[in-house]
């Protein structure tokens, strides 16, 4: 019974971090086509505001696929472990094709910004020019391919539990 209880609770939190997360997916399309500096910001602030729930609900889908992996001990199985690299393998991605590329928009529109997670106060804004290079540089639908499709895969391996 704790076990379904645990496993209840990965998947809620797993829901929850989808969720938390789609705040900044629509804002990586919105972005895109994006052209007045004022809504960039606006979007921008938008996505960081998700940020806090999106950690905690990731934080919280890992801890309780842990805990779910000890208590039938799952650990002996390739799958897991294939879930826990791609998960990471995912994470390194999102961030280098989405986090820096929006922390250095961030930057040139002079709002607070983070460079490896590593806070930072706002500079005076940059040339509007110089922001629309930057975000030119994004690719919402790779990103989307990436962070939809490797959780998928995720999904899969917990499913099927193929090897």
């Known amino acids: 019974m704790l076990y379904?209880?645990?496993v209840f609770l990965?998947?809620?939190?797993?829901?929850?971090?989808?969720?938390s997360h789609g705040a900044t997916a629509s804002v990586a399309f919105a972005l895109k086509r994006e052209r007045d500096p004022q809504k960039i910001r606006t979007l921008l602030n938008l996505s960081?505001?998700?940020?806090?729930?999106?950690i905690w609900t990731l934080v919280s889908t890992f801890v309780f696929g842990v805990i779910a992996?000890?208590?039938l001990n799952w650990w002996r199985f390739g799958w897991i472990w294939t879930s826990i690299v791609l998960l990471v393998v995912i994470g390194l991605f999102m961030g280098l094709l989405g986090a820096e590329v929006y922390g250095e928009a961030r930057k040139?529109?002079?709002?607070?910004?983070?460079?490896k997670g590593k806070p930072f106060p706002?500079?005076?804004?940059?040339?509007?020019?110089e922001l629309f290079a930057i975000l030119e540089k994004s690719n919402p639908v790779l990103?989307?391919?990436i962070g939809y499709g490797g959780y998928a895969v995720i999904a899969w391996l917990?499913?099927?539990k193929p090897f």
């Open 108 to 115: 040139v529109a002079g709002l607070p910004y983070k460079i």
């Open 158 to 160: 917990m499913l099927v």
């Open 10 to 19: 990965h998947v809620i939190s797993a829901f929850a971090f989808l969720l």
């Open 4 to 6: 379904k209880l645990i």
């Open 122 to 129: 706002p500079e005076p804004p940059k040339s509007d020019e």
């Open 69 to 71: 992996g000890f208590q």
């Open 48 to 54: 960081m505001a998700s940020y806090p729930w999106m």
């Open 143 to 145: 990103l989307t391919i």
